[in-house]
């Protein structure tokens, strides 16, 4: 567990069907928590194939339905290049290093605390009926 609550997974070194299984065993608390924060380290990664590919959209789908947020960190420039090469890299954002990544979920807290009391008093104006959504 990181800073705020982060939660930093390392990957496997091949993330390919056969070496997922057990590490997709392992990312589901991160999963199954209320508004998730994770890093994913990447740095042991040498091999990532479709199987990984398809797995990290799949972590990102799941951990964004529960209003968290996930980031990829230390990836090495091959597997940058094939994200980059499938058009995937455009979904995550992506750090130099895992330290960066989990300094970067402070930062959004941070800033988002000044906008925190305007969104309040939005929600609960909707609420009773002073503004509308529609």
Not at 4 to 13: A, D, E, N, R, Y
Not at 15 to 30: C, G, H, I, K, T
Not at 75 to 95: C, G, K, Q
Request: proline content about 4%; charged content about 25%; some cysteine.
């Amino acid at each position: 567990m990181g800073s705020l609550g982060v939660v930093v997974k390392t990957l496997p070194v091949r993330l390919d069907a056969a070496d997922l299984v057990v590490f997709q065993r392992d990312m589901e608390v991160a999963l199954l928590s209320d508004s998730p924060h994770v890093v994913l380290d990447l740095s042991p990664v040498k091999y990532l194939g479709s199987a990984g590919i398809e797995f990290l959209l799949e972590c990102l789908s799941r951990i964004v339905r529960r209003d968290g947020d996930m980031k990829l960190a230390a990836i090495s420039p091959e597997s940058a290049a094939l994200l980059s090469l499938t058009r995937v890299e455009r979904f995550f954002e992506i750090f130099r290093t895992v330290e960066d990544a989990v300094n970067s979920f402070d930062t959004f807290a941070a800033e988002n605390d000044r906008f925190a009391e305007p969104w309040n008093a939005f929600r609960a104006a909707a609420k009773d009926g002073t503004v509308t959504t529609d």
